[in-house]
């Protein structure tokens, strides 16, 4: 196993760029680029908004929309997989939610496939291909070892999906208990990054994360005294993950069992066909890294909610390039 999975790693930079064509819908990296969810429900659901249904407002002032992306665009996900030794006998399950999971996707998103213990390994780069996905799926090796998932989630955001203004959308679908080594407490090496770094490259990120936690606090207390995991490390697993959905706007997805994953990766779809892209080059060109509140609004339909990051830090004048700096959602 850990022989196949660092061929995998070896190879990731290689497959990646031997993905399937990749759609490009960004025209701008000037832009302040917003990931908007819509909550409720219009008298209309099947109807998309448009660019004129939203307002944007930063500090209070009007914004004038320079990009639009409907919900209908396509993303590119990554399901992103814990397969540590808390998993190891759950290996067929994980394989059937994860072929659900990809039946359950929009068409036209395309799908890749990463799994993590110790260390990261791709099983499927992007692809439209479902057949190939679940062959790939299949082809998933046994669950064992530690988990570094801080450097498994920091390593897809930062060489593998995509970033800047010829990108596709993306999001990253992860499942996991959330236990990292590097975890206070919790015997193995752990993560490289910390977990303030991984919180950092994320809010500089264009991607969405959709966290999943898989409760396996029970199950591990019980059958694993010996690795001291406990629940105080179970806790900060739930706060760090909580973390990660607020810094994305996102929720964070609950099961307690890996059945549960089927309801919960149907709803990841379902939130994910509401994420419509907005972009805008603020009035407020000044660089003097001050906090920027933003405001997205549907005046039109007072039924629905925009949700999106609440603000980003303007540039300082030596940077060069504005960085997102979310704070929580409403």
Request: aromatic content about 8%; overall charge negative.
């Amino acid at each position: 196993m850990k022989a196949v999975s660092m061929l995998f790693v070896l190879m990731f930079a290689a497959v990646v760029h031997a993905q399937d064509p990749v759609e490009t819908i960004r025209i701008d990296s000037d832009l302040v680029d917003l990931k908007v969810s819509v909550l409720g429900h219009a008298p209309n659901s099947s109807q998309q908004l448009t660019q004129n249904d939203f307002a944007v407002f930063e500090d209070g002032k009007p914004q004038d929309i320079a990009f639009f992306a409907a919900a209908d665009t396509p993303f590119d996900l990554v399901l992103l997989l814990d397969l540590s030794g808390s998993n190891s006998k759950k290996l067929k399950m994980i394989r059937n939610s994860a072929k659900r999971f990809v039946d359950a996707a929009r068409p036209i998103d395309r799908i890749a496939l990463v799994t993590f213990t110790d260390r990261p390994a791709l099983y499927s780069s992007f692809t439209l291909d479902r057949k190939k996905l679940k062959k790939a799926i299949d082809s998933m090796d046994e669950a064992f070892g530690g988990t570094n998932f801080w450097d498994a989630l920091n390593y897809v955001l930062t060489d593998m999906v995509v970033q800047g203004p010829t990108s596709h959308r993306s999001a990253i679908v992860v499942m996991t208990d959330g236990i990292d080594n590097a975890l206070e407490g919790v015997p193995g090496e752990g993560s490289s990054i910390t977990f303030e770094g991984l919180i950092l490259n994320i809010r500089n990120s264009e991607s969405l994360v959709f966290p999943i936690y898989l409760d396996t606090e029970a199950e591990i207390v019980k059958q694993y005294k010996r690795l001291h995991v406990s629940k105080e490390n179970f806790a900060t697993a739930r706060q760090q993950l909580a973390e990660i959905a607020t810094t994305c706007a996102t929720t964070l997805y609950r099961a307690s069992k890996l059945n549960d994953l089927d309801e919960v990766y149907g709803q990841v779809i379902s939130d994910l066909s509401t994420v419509y892209s907005i972009g805008y080059r603020p009035s407020n060109a000044l660089p003097d890294g001050k906090w920027r509140s933003v405001q997205v609004k549907i005046p039109g339909h007072p039924e629905l909610v925009a949700r999106t990051k609440r603000g980003y830090f303007a540039k300082l004048e030596a940077d060069s390039s504005t960085v997102i700096q979310p704070q929580k959602d409403k």
